[in-house]
Nanobody, 123 residues
Framework: QVQLVQSGGGSVQAGGSLRLSCAAF????????MGWFRQAPGKEREGVAS???????IYADSVKGRFTISKDNAKNTLYLQMNSLKPEDTDMYYC?????????????????WGQGTQVTVSS
């Protein structure tokens, strides 16, 4: 069983930066596909970025060039560095994990989820 505990997030003005963290307990990240998703009230959850066990990354078109996903296997922690934030990035953000050597940004491919953290970007 993998437990994901998120930290970071908060409120920032447009153009600012935030970093989200996601610590894993119960298993090593090294063999897991990891990802970040976001969801606004009343909308479907959408993939933001993912990183495979061997470091392959996928980004949503809306965040390419602004967000960076990374992981520290020694610390069992996943990160999402968010720069040049826009008001439309305002959402609840979730980290996710799955025991897989594949690469994906589909919600259905992830079985473990963090508790969520709010990101609010004001104009």
């Amino acid at each position: 069983q993998v437990q994901l505990v998120q930290s970071g997030g908060g409120s920032v003005q447009a153009g600012g930066s935030l970093r989200l963290s996601c610590a894993a307990f119960g298993h090593s990240y090294a063999s897991y596909l990891m990802g970040w998703f976001r969801q606004a009230p009343g909308k479907e959850r959408e993939g933001v970025a993912s990183i495979s066990s061997d470091g392959r990354t996928i980004y949503a078109d809306s965040v390419k060039g602004r967000f960076t996903i990374s992981k520290d296997n020694a610390k069992n922690t996943l990160y999402l560095q968010m720069n040049s934030l826009k008001p439309e990035d305002t959402d609840m953000y979730y980290c996710a994990a799955e025991f897989s050597r594949g690469s994906s940004l589909y919600e259905a491919d992830f079985g473990y989820w963090g508790q969520g953290t709010q990101v609010t970007v004001s104009s």
